[in-house]
């Protein structure tokens, strides 16, 4: 995809930490770019898309109560359960940030825009 887009850097903050991310797009959270919005909160969900691609980046303050693990199948149940949500792939890998245990998920899918044509994610 480097070839068809330009890719920038966007910084999502949560729980006093930042990550960057490529994306070929501005990412939006709470109506605001990503990268201006509270470094303390406790959770964030920031997208941004285009006719070809979706990305949410989702950082969520990791409590006792819920694992890595847990906050990665909630993730996944929120897309299955979208009834506009067809076809549904996901690759799930394990990975390390900022010496903390990490999950990475990609899906790809197809959804069905509000006027009922199929948009394809991923």
Do not use: W
Not at 88 to 107: G, M, T
């Amino acid at each position: 995809m480097r070839d068809k887009f330009v890719f920038g850097k966007n910084r999502i903050s949560c729980n006093n930490t930042t990550i960057t991310v490529l994306t070929p797009f501005e990412l939006i959270a709470n109506g605001k770019q990503a990268e201006i919005s509270d470094r303390n909160a406790d959770k964030i969900m920031a997208e941004g898309h285009n006719q070809h691609i979706r990305i949410f980046v989702m950082g969520d303050k990791n409590t006792i109560n819920e694992s890595i693990s847990a906050a990665a199948e909630s993730a996944e149940t929120l897309l299955r359960n979208n009834k506009r949500v067809t076809n549904l792939k996901v690759e799930k890998a394990d990975d390390k940030f900022n010496n903390e245990d990490a999950k990475v998920l990609r899906f790809s899918y197809v959804e069905k825009s509000k006027r009922g044509e199929d948009c394809t994610n991923g």
